[in-house]
């Protein structure tokens, strides 16, 4: 990955279109985290702390990855950060949001963090996905792995977030975020909460324990255990599909979801 490019470093139109929708900057931060970005900055102004991410026109994956997280950013209020604008200009896309300052959230079993991670994806259950067809399902998401019968275990009317890493997950005065939505899907209402279950595993927590927080969604508890051990195949095919033996730490940890 390329490091992220600095404030200084963008066209003058680029920076010049900034500061005429939030005034003069008068700081800026990069941010290196990100990989479907080429520019990620905190800028603060006379009147405003936002949060700047940029990718190229001409990096179609990315671009089309930031229109994304734009499209849904009105469905996800109260979750993720409010969108201020967005504008393409000299081969740039931009998109500008409120500033969170917050940090992001520590996974590791004594951190104390996973209940309020837990508090947000609660809290996320309720957004559901702009019309249009703008979001792909979650069947057609892992499509090239699918059986018969496996689509209709992954329906569902959520909007998910799908990577909740924790470079995704920030923490400020108590509150979780969920931000980057570069990749949201419509499907069951757990699944982001049984995705972040492994995350803690992955993290050091042993599986009965993860499990027990995931119990605290009732509905992973409710669904049928038929559907989740679905999910639990074909995000583990799909893994494997892509990343070979490498895949299996992962895949186990997935399987231990179900017991």
């Not at 490091?3 to 931060?29: F, I, K, T």
């Not at 179609?60 to 009105?74: C, D, I, T």
């Not at 931009?94 to 809290?123: E, M, Y």
Request: charged share 25%; hydrophobic share 45%; aromatic share 8%.
């Amino acid at each position: 990955m390329e490091p992220h490019v600095g404030w200084d470093e963008l066209p003058a139109a680029v920076r010049a279109v900034v500061e005429e929708r939030d005034g003069e900057v008068l700081s800026a931060e990069t941010v290196p985290e990100g990989i479907t970005c080429r520019t990620a900055l905190i800028l603060s102004t006379a009147t405003a702390r936002l949060f700047l991410k940029g990718a190229l026109v001409a990096d179609r994956g990315s671009w089309e990855a930031q229109r994304m997280e734009a499209g849904v950013n009105a469905a996800v209020g109260g979750v993720g950060p409010a969108m201020r604008w967005e504008a393409v200009v000299d081969g740039w896309h931009l998109v500008a949001f409120d500033h969170v300052d917050g940090r992001h959230a520590d996974l590791t079993p004594r951190s104390g963090d996973a209940a309020i991670v837990a508090d947000v994806l609660r809290r996320a259950r309720s957004c559901r996905a702009p019309g249009g067809g703008l979001v792909p399902s979650l069947a057609e998401r892992y499509r090239r792995v699918l059986r018969p019968g496996d689509a209709e275990a992954l329906e569902g009317s959520s909007l998910l977030h799908t990577d909740t890493n924790p470079h995704n997950l920030l923490i400020a005065s108590r509150c979780g975020y969920l931000v980057d939505w570069a990749m949201p899907a419509v499907g069951p209402a757990w699944v982001d909460a049984a995705q972040t279950a492994v995350r803690l595993m992955g993290y050091g927590w042993e599986p009965r324990d993860a499990r027990a927080w995931l119990g605290g969604f009732p509905e992973w508890e409710h669904a049928a255990r038929a559907g989740r051990a679905v999910f639990v195949r074909v995000v583990s095919d799909d893994a494997t599909a892509r990343f070979g033996p490498y895949a299996e730490g992962e895949n186990a940890r997935f399987r231990a979801l179900l017991g």
